[in-house]
Structures are given as structure tokens and as C-alpha cells.
């Protein structure tokens, strides 16, 4: 016998997905697949290209990471200029720290020949948070043990208290390393989160972005052996061939095929639901809450 | 520059770890490193060699999980009997989804001719949460959006409510795959969280253990392309070499030689406020709070 621990099925990525019934209740709970399928065209929006990047690693295996001017402008500006320097070519995969984070870079960048930043800065001021005017602010409706209020700022996780808002480390968000001083994080060094949310980080690292396709091809790496995953051989580690800016590549490249869910649409906002409360044939306790980190940004392929 | 994101120190496993110079003053605040190089013997204790599984895969790579006979005691025995028979060895890793689970078991158990129990149970009861009489509870100075309570008992994290007591879906814990039926998942399934915790499945299968090493050759695995991250060729599964009962080993073999942090000493509970506040010179902002899931729970070679 098979089991299935049918728990969460996968976003069906389909753009030919069906409606439900017309004569369906209208009353009746709908699963997130049925609430995507019966999602208008005009829900979703195609990515931010002139703020998206196309990661090429060996082997053709390509992420999609879209950056966020609204809250880490100088550091996104910062990563455009590297990424049209094609600074990231030929750099690779550094560190893999189980249930932490991926991370990219200069192999050479403590050495005394360091890839050059070019035109690019050194130094960032920390973009660890921002003002609170960060709208629309669609707020989940359950609690949080670090920030007042949580929820979602045009396709990312946001925290807030009064006074300002800040990305979270959420599974799949991508940050700038530093050293200890908050401005040595220029955004040469990346970072993305591929374990359980280390929430802990959050207003103390400048977050830059988030992976919507091509996620496995970061999560699913060898870990590294040395301190804090480091790999210790030059051959563990998995070479970038390209970092592309998307509006830069022709239809955008992997990323001009994608769109996502708008995080202020009625869909998005009945996956929330949909999500807290899941009631299908498997599930038989309704959680009645979720994490930020664990609600679902749907990304899917352009009909 | 070689930039650090120097925020998750790995634990060291050293057992020759020096003590901080004893005229540091008292009050100071210490990391976890400091903590665990402090801590005396008899704060550790010897994994329940009679309830651990040594699971070696292909290549020899080696995962020892802990089950846990207090809060699924029937699944545990149906476990033990199970690896006893061999049941396990030349079985397969048939599932790996992203940010989710990975699955192992018969490839061949929904076909005509599946692999037999012997003398193992075809159904447990569900074993989803037991009554809160499940003491020591260490609680968590925290709150969570799951449970009024959360905390751990025995080297696992808990949550529970006035009337009852579960394991949680934290990385690295283990549970039995099931079909609709709550007690369709008698243990000859077992699946491993790999990504941001699924708490939506607690009270909802059950959890029986935890991988206290070789998590990294359960979570670094390629991601199945079939639907629910089921692989879609054969070649593409990992083989099951072997699963025995550490007590059955010389030495309770790999499992033997590792010793956990007690979760009722003193130094476990220095270590969570620890990690609610990290001081050091790299955080800027402690973060006044811990999640359940982000708690570590240290496991070291015994010296």
C-alpha cells in the first residue's frame, strides 16, 4: 500500500486549469487549487522584469529571483549594476548550511584578489526595514510572536510594528550578506533561506528578493562540511554560469513566462482562508491559524 | 570580500570544548556555544538506543532517527517490528517535495504485490495527540498561533492544549504516511519534514520521531517532478540499504556513539533564552522571541 500524506498538494502550475461547476454551493469551502482555477486573468500580474534576475547554474539549472526596490532600493540598484557587469559569471555556490541558507558569491572575495565590484558601491547602507508606509498592507488575520502585524506587501511577506515595516525570512527570500558592520552587505554576497523561517535575522540583514521559480535547484544542494556550511573543496561547489537582468533577455527569458498571484486579490485573500482551515477528505483538525512563512505565493506559467 | 552572514554558528560537536575562563563575569550573556561548552555530563544523556532506527541508504550515508514510544507507542512497536523483519532494507526514497517531505517506503505498495508486514499491523490506531499528562513539560516562555502551550518533553517540542498533548510538525520529525483513513498509517511509511514546518499536520497524523543525525542525506535529496513530489522513475529513488534497531548493533552503532542535550537541564533552558536574544557582535536587533520550530535541540559524539 501506498501512502500518500496527501497534505498538500501541489500547485497546479497548469493554464488550462478548469472551474468548478457552475451549479456548485456557493457556500462551499474551496481548496487553493479550485480557488487558482476559478481565478480571474486580471488576479495576476506578470513579474517585475527590469527587477528580476535569471540565475544560470551549471547544467542549465535556472533560478528566478525577483527583487524588491520598495524595500532594499539601493541594494537591488546595487545588484542590477553587478548583474549587468555580469559580475556573477563564473562565481559559484559557496556555502550550503542545512536548514539554514544557500549562499553565493566571489570564492575569492576574502582573498587579496577579489573579483572587482566595478562600477558597483562597497558599501550599502543598511535596508534592514523601512518606513511603515509600505500600502496596501493586506494583514493576515492571526497573530505573530515577532512583529504586531504581518502579511503581504505587493508579493512578499512584511512585518510591522508602528513605526516601520521589514521583510521577513521566510522560506525562498533571498538576502544580502555583511560582515558585522550593517553596511558591509553590498549585495555581491547572496543568500536565500532553505530551511525552517530563521526569523531571528529579520531587521538585521538587508533582504533583497525572493526565488519564484527554480527554488529546488538552490534547496536541494550538497551541504557543506566546513563551519558554517561552507563547502571545503573548490570542487563541491556548483558554478554560476550567468546572472541575467530578465527585462535584459528576450521575452524575459525564464522569468517573461511567469506570473504571479496578486497578494491584493480576492483569490489571494480566499488561499489565506483556504489555507488556515483546510478541509478536504485528509485533513481531520482545521489548524484555525498559519504562519506567515507558510502561506503559499502562487507563481505560475503564463496561458 | 568573503561576506559572512555569520548568524547561525554551527553547534560544535568538538567534546573537548574549552570552558570559558572562569574570571568572565558572571552576568555575561553567552551563545550557545558557550553554553554547551560549559554544561556539565550529566546534563546528556544516551539516545533510547531500543526505541532508534540506524537507517543506512545507498553509498552508506547513514540517518539515526529516535522514535518516540510516549506519544505513539503503538506506531513505535509496529516500527520495531518492522525493521526486525528487514522490512525496510532494499526499499526506496520514492517522494521528495520541496519545502515539504521526504517520503520512504515500498515503490511497490500499491501495486498487486506489495512488500509483506509479517507480523506487523496493517492498521494502528492514530496516534495524533495523546492526553496532556505528558510531563516534564519544559514550556516555551513564547507563545504560539497553534497552541496555548508549546514546549518540549523528553528531546521532542510539544504543543497542548487543557486537555491534550502532540508532537509537532518541526523539521527533522518524523511521522507515519496515511491514506484518508486515521489509522491507515501503521509505520511501514515514514516521512521527514525538510522544509519550513508544516504545522497545519499536527493533531492530524501520526509523529513518532526525529532524525538526531544524517538529516542532510534526507533533506538535500533531488525534488520528485511527479505530482506531490513523487519521482518519477525508478532510477531516480534512493535505495534503503538497511534500517536496524540501534540496541540490535554492537554498540548501538552509529547511534551510540551520540549523546543529547537533556531538554529539563539548565543548559537547555539557557539556550533558548540564548536564541530568543542573541548578543553578539553581528546582531544589531535581538529578537525577543523564539519559534517552537527554531529551537535547536544539540546532539554531539560522545567524548
Known sequence: MRLALAAAAALALSSC?????ADAPASAPKTMAEIIAASSAAEWRPLDLPNTLVMTLSGGRTAVIELNP????????????LARQRYFDGLAIVRVQDNFVTQWGD?????DHPKSLGAASAKIPAEFFRDRVASPFVKLPDGDGFAPEVGFVGGFPVARNGQSAWLTHCYGMVGA????DPDSGPGNELYVVIGHAPRQLDRNITLVGRVVQGMEHL???????GPLGFYEQP?????????????????????????????????????????????????????????????????????
Chains 1, 2 share one sequence.
Open 107 to 111: 570564492p575569492d572575495g576574502e582573498t
Open 177 to 180: 550578506g555583511r560582515n558585522n
Open 70 to 81: 520598495t524595500f532594499a532600493p539601493k541594494t537591488t540598484t546595487n545588484i542590477l549594476i
Open 235 to 303: 570542487s563541491q561547489r556548483t558554478a554560476i554560469e550567468s546572472v541575467r537582468v530578465a527585462a535584459d533577455l528576450p521575452q524575459g527569458g525564464a522569468a517573461g513566462k511567469l506570473e504571479a498571484l496578486s497578494t491584493t486579490s480576492a483569490s489571494f485573500t480566499a488561499i489565506i482562508e483556504a489555507r488556515r482551515n483546510r478541509r478536504d477528505d485528509w485533513y481531520k483538525q482545521p489548524a484555525g491559524h498559519i504562519d506567515l512563512c507558510s502561506v503559499p505565493l502562487p507563481v505560475r506559467t503564463k496561458s
Open 17 to 21: 486549469a478548469t472551474a468548478p461547476a
Open 219 to 225: 534547496s536541494a544542494l550538497p551541504r557543506g562540511t
